[in-house]
């Protein structure tokens, strides 16, 4: 079989859509109250991880995705290793692990693209291969002499936001049968690595005046909402007296926290007590607090995202503070949106970063799976940078209000 790597084109190409029918589609879906289904396809993919890098022992992986059935295949783009052109990965794509199952810290950065639309995947059709050979140690804290294993797991239940797409473009949206493809896993020993290639570069871009103005208003507003979100948890925790006689902090539910970070745990540890750090009560309080933090920091700003995808307005570099990327995409954006904008991209980047408090990940995109993440899997809702964006950016009149 013929093994091709992919141009960075075929994940970019798409069709032109007319805003005026996806907004008439928004429209009509409302009034219905229902949503197209998406149908799946028989496609299988398949994912394979080899030792087979030249230079393996510098701590590379070569990486294949192969489509072994009968159908094309959606993939989100900023899913695989083959999103970017300068051999950095999109996020945290690799699992990697240490000689005592520990996972090692991701130090790469964070690309961020906004709402999920069809210019988020691309297909991959049947009998089609991709190979790339990627340095896990550009991205990940390897040491010399250390053993590590690594795989990857390519999630293929993605989908666009439902009001991003027509019910047409919806309807012929088919995904893979499978939620999910596992590669085998391998083992790499670096004996060597080359510190200049796995530093963190940050090129000169600089941003022009107007570039620099346009970020500054974002950011203003980023702090600010940051603030009025860290407020609102603060006031969620209450002294109240319980049945023992003694006064406790306990949290008082609210819809939009529900929303956003799940259900709260109210058997955890008392917020603020010696035992509250880490636990998911903890990550939803002490994210936005951190994030808010390094929002009042001067932030490093550059222009200009080379080897980036074109689908993507900012990258993070997580352990920088701060250096944010901002790409061209970023300026087109609107200033405000409770779902995708300049002030939201900024408030989500914000979280990735580790100072003060672990960085979030990048579980799930878009509005409406990480709605589903909070109320199906709340350990990882509140560890995802969108569930925090979009409960910081939420405006909707809650009658508890």
Sequence with gaps: MDIRYPHPSAFYSGKLRSKR????????????GVSPIVANAAGRVEVLVDTK????????????????????????????????????????????????????????????????????????????????EINVARDYKLDVGRTYRVKYILKLDREPDADMVSAEERSSFTRAEQSAAFSNEVVIKPTRIDLAENHLRVEDDSCSLQQ???????????TRRLTSAESF???????RRGDD????????????YTRWFGKHDDTGPEFDS????????????????ASQLRSTAPLDTRCGCPGGNPDVAARAETETTYTMRFCPKFFKLPEFDAYASRVGTII??????????????????????????????????????DNFEFFTTDTTPYDED
Excluded at 22 to 32: D, F, N, S, V, W
Excluded at 274 to 288: F, H
Aim: aromatic fraction near 12%; proline fraction near 5%.
């Design 212 to 222: 620099e103005l346009t970020i500054a208003r974002a950011g203003y507003e980023a």
């Design 53 to 132: 890098a030249a230079r393996v022992m510098e701590g590379w992986i070569g990486i294949t995705i192969r489509n072994v059935g009968d159908a094309a295949v959606p993939i989100m783009t900023l899913d695989t290793p083959f999103s970017r052109t300068d051999g950095r990965l999109p996020g945290n794509t690799l699992h990697v692990v240490d000689e005592a199952g520990h996972e090692v810290a991701y130090r790469g950065g964070w690309d961020y693209f906004g709402r999920v639309t069809l210019d988020s995947f691309t297909k991959i059709h049947p009998g089609e291969q991709w190979r790339v």
């Design 348 to 385: 989500h980047e914000y979280t990735h970063y580790n100072a003060h408090y672990p960085g979030t990940g990048d579980y799930e995109y878009g509005r409406n799976d990480t709605e589903k993440l909070a109320r199906d899997d709340r350990s990882k809702a509140v560890r995802n940078a």
């Design 274 to 289: 010696p035992e509250w750090g880490l636990d998911d009560n903890a990550r939803a309080y002490e994210t936005i607090s």
């Design 21 to 32: 029918k996806r907004c008439a589609l928004a429209l009509g879906m409302t009034l219905m």
């Design 233 to 239: 948890l603060w006031n969620r925790y209450q002294y």
């Design 245 to 256: 006689g003694a006064y406790h902090i306990v949290f008082i539910p609210h819809p939009r």
